[in-house]
Nanobody, 115 residues
Framework: QVQLLESGGGLVQAGGSLRLSCVASGTIFSIDLMGWYRQAPGKQRELVATITSGGSTNYADSVKGRFTISSVYAVNTVYLEMNSLKPEDTAVYYC?????????WGKGTRVTVSS
């Protein structure tokens, strides 16, 4: 069984910054991909950013230039540095790990950006 624990969410003013962290624990084999998704009220869950074990990154257009994903695969940890936050970034942010073709999700951490 795999557990993902996110942390770092909170309330911040527009233009501010937050750093999210996610640590995986349990029965972990080779992690192929780690990433972040988010779900705003009344909307579907959407991609924020992903990073492969080889270091390749992918970002949603809406966060390019403002958010940075990084990881330490050796300790099953992924980070999301979020700068220049906007009210539209308000959402619950979910951590994703992909192992052997299966996706594992955290329970989410809430980010609220006030205007």
């Amino acid at each position: 069984q795999v557990q993902l624990l996110e942390s770092g969410g909170g309330l911040v003013q527009a233009g501010g910054s937050l750093r999210l962290s996610c640590v995986a624990s349990g029965t972990i084999f080779s992690i192929d991909l780690m990433g972040w998704y988010r779900q705003a009220p009344g909307k579907q869950r959407e991609l924020v950013a992903t990073i492969t074990s080889g270091g390749s990154t992918n970002y949603a257009d809406s966060v390019k230039g403002r958010f940075t994903i990084s990881s330490v695969y050796a300790v099953n940890t992924v980070y999301l540095e979020m700068n220049s936050l906007k009210p539209e970034d308000t959402a619950v942010y979910y951590c994703l790990n992909t192992m052997n073709g299966r996706n594992y999700w955290g329970k989410g951490t809430r980010v609220t950006v006030s205007s």
